[in-house]
Structure formats: structure tokens, C-alpha cells
């Protein structure tokens, strides 16, 4: 199969960002506040938006490299070997003292889920080696790290040439740090709730719309790109799949519309068939299965 950049070479993406044990419970409904419920299931998996999403772009085809930090407890050699074992660079990430970055994500029966993170480790992640970052195609960072490490990480990659593209997840963060973040962006990937916080404009806004694919507004018009239909087990990650897979397909440079287009379709197949797999960090399919989930979707769109 062609990789996800034309040309026979892969696409080399740089992801700076968090990453994460999660411990998840499935339960039969999502509890109201005040009201406790009980789980049908606990397990743990290694996650974080960060891993996830680097994850995601590997196993589409990329060659990647993780810009990240963690702990010094038994978490983190866990959480490196699963980056290792998807074949991901680890020459940028850091273990800093105390506790690695924890998820609790809670799942209900109908595959909706609530999620509680507590940083640790990647609340104090800063950029300790640029040279990593300025050797890629496209840097693809969120909002899980400290705002000014993004920052610090896109203005590397803008002045190396890169594409930066910027997850807006999780909402809420503030300050100037931000709105500099958002003039470096070249891309911007929020859900709806995350683009209705989000206040800049982006050349290239893509809005995640779940089930119903994605929706682009930018330099190439405004469309909505839909996504296969599959009957989701667990939405846990397919976002952050979403995120990884259109990072490996987005075109370097310039590109041109007919290739993120192809980007945009790839990657909302992918969070598709992320649905089919309980946990986040381990629901990235591959790039075969994402070309045909594509392939098949578009053609029963035209």
C-alpha cells in the first residue's frame, strides 16, 4: 500500500503532547452527581491524548516520533514500551520525579464515556530537545501539556518548514500563551463543544462530528466529510485517532486540496473503526483496514 505521503516515503510526524495510564471502568450508565454506580468491569491501558494520537499515526503509515514526559514509577516503563512496541521514537521524551500522568475514563453502555485526567508527569513537560521536532513533516500537539511547551514546540517546527497542527482538546485553557499557539496553527482539530471555545481563525478548521464524520472550514471551502457507519463499542480515543490518522495523511508544504481531502477521509474512517475497540490506547487500526473503511465510504457517497 502507498504510504501517506506520495512518493514512497512516509510521512514523519512529531508529536509533543501527554500521555497517560487510564484506568477504565464500563458501567451501565454514566452516574449523576452525587450518585454512585457500580462497574461491570475495571481494567487498565496505557493512554493520554498524546500517546493515542501518536499511536494512531504510526500504525497509518507514519514514522513518528513522541515528545513527552514521564514519572518515575512503574507506570512509565509501561507506558514507554507501548510506544516502542507501535514503533514510535522516543529520542524526545523525558522522565521528570513524581507520579506519570493518570486517566480515569468511566464508559456506559451506550459508548459514551466521561473522563477525569490528573496531569502528572505532563504538567511539567518542556522542550529539551528541539533538533526532534525540527525533523518532521507535520507536528501535531494538544492541550494536555503546559500551553507554552506547544507554543515553544510549534515555533520550532513553523521555523523548520513543518505543518502544525493543533488538537484543541481539552477545552477550558486560557491566556495569551493560547491565542500565540492559535497564530502558529495551521490546522486546528476540535470537537463541537471544543470549537465552540475556540475564538481564532485557522487556515484549515476541522470540526469532529462523531458519527457523522467531520465538517472543514478554510482555505479550501467549507464541507462536511462523513464517516463510515459501525456499531460503536467504546467512543474512548477515536477522536485522538481522528487527530493521528489526519496527521500522517496531511499533505507537507503547500499540499493541495484533492490531498487533504483524502487526508480527511482516511482520518474519519479511522475514528470509526476506532469505535469497535474497547480502551484508547490500543484502538488505532491500521492502515489497510483505514484505506478500505475510506475507500468504501466515499464511494458510497458519490
Same mark, same amino acid.
Given at each position: 500500500?502507498? %504510504?501517506?505521503?506520495?512518493? &514512497? ?22 452516574? +449523576?452527581?452525587? $450518585?454512585?454506580?457500580?462497574? =461491570? ?14 499511536? #494512531? ?35 524526545? *521524551? ?35 530537545? %528541539? ?12 492541550? $494536555?501539556?503546559?500551553?507554552? *511547551?506547544?507554543?515553544?514546540? #510549534? =515555533? !520550532? ?12 482538546? %481539552?477545552? &477550558? +485553557?486560557?491566556?495569551? /500563551? ?14 463541537? =463543544? $471544543? ?14 462530528? @462523531?458519527? +457523522? ?8 471551502? !467549507? ?19 481522528? #487527530? ?8 507537507? @508544504? ?17 475514528? /470509526? ?30
Amino acid at each position: 500500500m502507498t %504510504p501517506p505521503n506520495v512518493g &514512497g516515503m512516509a510521512a514523519r510526524v512529531c508529536v509533543v503532547g501527554s500521555v497517560n495510564l487510564d484506568l477504565i471502568f464500563d458501567v451501565n450508565a454514566l452516574p +449523576r452527581p452525587g $450518585e454512585t454506580v457500580l462497574a =461491570s468491569s475495571a481494567r487498565s491501558a496505557p493512554g493520554g491524548k498524546g500517546g493515542n494520537q501518536a499511536v #494512531a499515526a504510526a500504525r497509518a503509515g507514519a514514522g513518528v516520533q513522541f515528545v513527552g514526559a514521564v514519572g518515575d514509577d512503574p507506570a512509565a516503563d509501561q507506558l514507554r514500551a507501548h510506544l516502542l512496541t507501535n514503533g514510535i521514537g522516543l529520542d524526545g *521524551t523525558v522522565g521528570v520525579p513524581g507520579p506519570s500522568g493518570t486517566a480515569i475514563i468511566v464508559v456506559d453502555s451506550s459508548a459514551e464515556n466521561t473522563i477525569v485526567v490528573a496531569p502528572g508527569a505532563n504538567g511539567h513537560l518542556t522542550l529539551a530537545d %528541539p533538533a526532534v521536532i525540527r525533523d518532521c513533516d507535520v507536528l501535531l500537539t494538544q492541550l $494536555e501539556i503546559p500551553v507554552t *511547551t506547544a507554543v515553544a514546540a #510549534a =515555533s !520550532e517546527a513553523r521555523s523548520a518548514g513543518a505543518v502544525v497542527m493543533v488538537n484543541a482538546s %481539552p477545552a &477550558g +485553557r486560557v491566556g495569551d /500563551a493560547l491565542a500565540e499557539l492559535a497564530a502558529i496553527a495551521d490546522v486546528v482539530v476540535a470537537n463541537e =463543544s $471544543e470549537a465552540g471555545e475556540w475564538r481564532w481563525r485557522s487556515p484549515h478548521f476541522v470540526v469532529t462530528l @462523531g458519527a +457523522r464524520g467531520a465538517f472543514y472550514a478554510g482555505a479550501d471551502g !467549507e464541507f462536511h466529510v462523513p464517516a463510515p457507519a459501525v456499531a460503536a463499542v467504546d467512543t474512548t480515543g477515536a477522536g485522538d485517532v481522528f #487527530a493521528g490518522v489526519l496527521a500522517a495523511n496531511w499533505p507537507p @508544504g503547500p499540499g493541495s486540496p484533492a490531498r487533504r481531502l483524502r487526508a480527511l477521509q482516511r482520518a474519519c474512517a479511522a475514528g /470509526a473503526l476506532a469505535t469497535l475497540v474497547p480502551g484508547a490506547g490500543d484502538c488505532a487500526p491500521y492502515a489497510d483496514a483505514i484505506e478500505h473503511a475510506a475507500e468504501r465510504t466515499a464511494g458510497g457517497s458519490t
